[in-house]
């Protein structure tokens, strides 16, 4: 069956760096929407960045746009959350997740997630 297994959280300093992992396995990913999502305390889960894993085109939330890089290493089969000058607002837990095709930014849409990973950025 399909996992998607994150890792890579913890606490940092607002201005500070984390990468996130997202190893994915039980299928081919080919056509699909790689994605990270977030929800912090008594908010919705929102987009944060996505990328196709045939094209590698990617996809990022105003919010992150900038600051943020996703990327993929096909022969390992996982995508990367470079997350840079971090503010205390990116505090959340990050959801890894695949479905097939478009659109990339609707949670709802999606067919397989992750755990989740602590994401705290003090301020």
């Known amino acids: 069956q399909v996992q998607l297994v994150e890792s890579g959280g913890g606490l940092v300093e607002a201005g500070g760096s984390l990468r996130l992992s997202c190893a994915a396995s039980g299928r081919s990913f080919s056509g699909y929407a790689m994605t990270w999502f977030r929800q912090a305390p008594g908010k919705e889960r929102e987009f944060v960045a996505g990328?196709?894993?045939?094209?590698?085109?990617?996809y990022y939330a105003d919010s992150v746009e900038g600051r943020f890089t996703n990327s993929r290493d096909n022969a390992k089969n996982t995508i990367y959350l470079q997350m840079n000058s971090l503010k205390a607002e990116d505090t959340a837990v990050y959801y890894c997740a695949a479905r097939s095709g478009l659109p990339i930014d609707q949670p709802g849409s999606y067919d397989y997630w992750g755990q989740g990973t602590q994401v705290t950025v003090t301020s």
């Open positions: 990328t196709m894993w045939s094209s590698g085109k990617t």
